[in-house]
C-alpha cells in the first residue's frame, strides 16, 4: 500500500516555490498542497488544505518563518515543519527547533538532506 504526502511550500521567492514545486513533483506519492509567499498566506493555506509537512522559509513579508511555525503547530493535527532557508545561523537552528521546526536545513548546503528526509516521512 502506498502511502501519499501532501506538502506546503512556504517562501518569499515565486523561483524557489515553483523549482521546489517542480522537484517535489519527481517524488512518488508526493503531492504539493499548495505554495505560499506571506505569513498571512500560509497561515491561511496551511489551515484550509492540512498538509501532512510543510518547507518553511524563515525570511517572509509580514513576519517571520517563526511565527508561521507557533500557528501551524497548533492546528491539529500539525504537520512535518522542514525549515529550509538560506540564513541557517546556530541561533535561527536553534530557535527553529525550540518553536516546534522538526527539521532544520541550509538551502545551500543540505537541500539534499531535506528531500531524504520527505522520501523517507512517506514510507
Same mark, same amino acid.
Given at each position: 500500500?502506498?502511502?501519499?504526502?501532501?506538502? %506546503?511550500?512556504?517562501?518569499?521567492?515565486?523561483? /524557489?516555490?515553483?523549482? %521546489?514545486?517542480?522537484?517535489?513533483?519527481?517524488?512518488?506519492?508526493?503531492?504539493?498542497?499548495?505554495?505560499?509567499?506571506?505569513?498571512?498566506?500560509?497561515?491561511?493555506?496551511?489551515? #484550509?488544505?492540512?498538509?501532512?509537512?510543510?518547507? %518553511?522559509?524563515?525570511?517572509?513579508?509580514?513576519?517571520?518563518?517563526?511565527?508561521?511555525? #507557533?500557528?501551524?503547530?497548533?492546528?491539529?493535527?500539525?504537520?512535518? /515543519?522542514?525549515?529550509?532557508?538560506?540564513?541557517?545561523?546556530?541561533?535561527?537552528?536553534?530557535?527553529?527547533?525550540?518553536?516546534?521546526?522538526?527539521?532544520?536545513?541550509?538551502?545551500?548546503?543540505?537541500?539534499?538532506?531535506? %528531500?531524504?528526509?520527505?522520501?523517507?516521512?512517506?514510507?
Amino acid at each position: 500500500m502506498d502511502i501519499s504526502m501532501t506538502v %506546503l511550500i512556504v517562501d518569499d521567492s515565486p523561483q /524557489v516555490r515553483h523549482s %521546489l514545486a517542480r522537484l517535489l513533483g519527481t517524488l512518488r506519492d508526493v503531492t504539493v498542497a499548495g505554495e505560499a509567499g506571506s505569513v498571512w498566506e500560509a497561515i491561511e493555506m496551511a489551515a #484550509r488544505t492540512k498538509p501532512d509537512a510543510v518547507i %518553511l522559509d524563515i525570511r517572509l513579508p509580514g513576519g517571520d518563518g517563526f511565527e508561521v511555525l #507557533r500557528a501551524i503547530k497548533k492546528q491539529p493535527p500539525a504537520p512535518v /515543519v522542514l525549515m529550509l532557508t538560506n540564513y541557517a545561523s546556530e541561533p535561527n537552528r536553534q530557535k527553529s527547533l525550540q518553536e516546534g521546526a522538526d527539521y532544520f536545513f541550509d538551502k545551500s548546503t543540505e537541500f539534499e538532506n531535506m %528531500l531524504e528526509i520527505l522520501k523517507a516521512a512517506r514510507r
